[in-house]
């Protein structure tokens, strides 16, 4: 069976390495282009032709919607998943009636990215809002955690983080091993674009 290809359109390049920093780490699943703007996608799309589109619906030229129109017209095959990082009903809907396969938070673990580009590629489930909302992911966290979360996302080292909390280094450790554990995530890197993606929802309102 020949893997799933991904194009992954988000302007936010931490938010988009992050992502295809776990699909690139799945079986069965091939990043094959990257896109920060709608023109990109649009050109690289047609050029690859992907299975999958994983679109951010706020971007520097336009909205996940003229990808979603575009694709719909050139390569009907192609299914996509909308990036959200943000509650906003209006625009889901009018992206849903655009043709938007499936939701995903960007605050999803590493699970719930997988399965929502499985599910699109193979046409499941059809406008499932798939989500695990900031307040779901942070809920289960103890207060340290948190606090090492925060600081994770802010970019400081183990070393870094220990000096400003007062605890051992290894201590620091643990506690992001727990943090990527039940994030569902592998790596630092995603709890950065994960927290980037947290301060992008909050700029935005």
């Known amino acids: 069976m020949s893997d799933i290809t991904v194009l992954v ?7 988009r390495r992050g992502i295809c920093d776990i699909l690139e780490r799945a079986d069965g699943i091939a990043v094959v282009a990257e ?24 971007l520097p030229d336009g909205t996940g919607l003229d990808v979603i129109h575009h694709v719909r017209a050139k390569l009907p095959d192609t ?17 849903r009636n655009a043709g938007a396969d ?18 699109a590629a193979s046409g499941r489930e059809h406008g499932q809002h798939i989500a695990v909302h900031e307040d779901d992911v942070v809920a289960r966290l103890t207060p340290m955690e948190r606090r090492v979360l925060d600081l994770v996302g802010a970019g400081l080292s183990n070393r870094e983080i220990a000096e400003k909390l007062g605890i051992a280094e290894k201590t620091v450790k643990n506690h992001v091993t727990s943090v990527l554990a039940k994030m569902g995530l ?7 674009a994960w927290a980037t993606a947290r301060r992008a929802q909050s700029f935005r309102g």
């Open 35 to 58: 896109a920060s703007t709608v023109a990109q996608a649009v050109r690289r799309a047609e050029a690859v032709r992907p299975q999958v589109i994983l679109s951010d619906l706020r």
């Open 102 to 119: 499936l939701f995903l938070a960007k605050t999803a673990g590493s699970a719930e990215v997988l399965q929502a580009v499985r599910d």
């Open 79 to 95: 299914h996509i998943v909308v990036l959200t990082s943000y509650d906003d009903d209006e625009a889901k809907a009018a992206a």
């Open 186 to 192: 592998q790596r630092r890197t995603q709890v950065v």
């Open 9 to 15: 359109l988000d302007d936010h390049e931490v938010v």
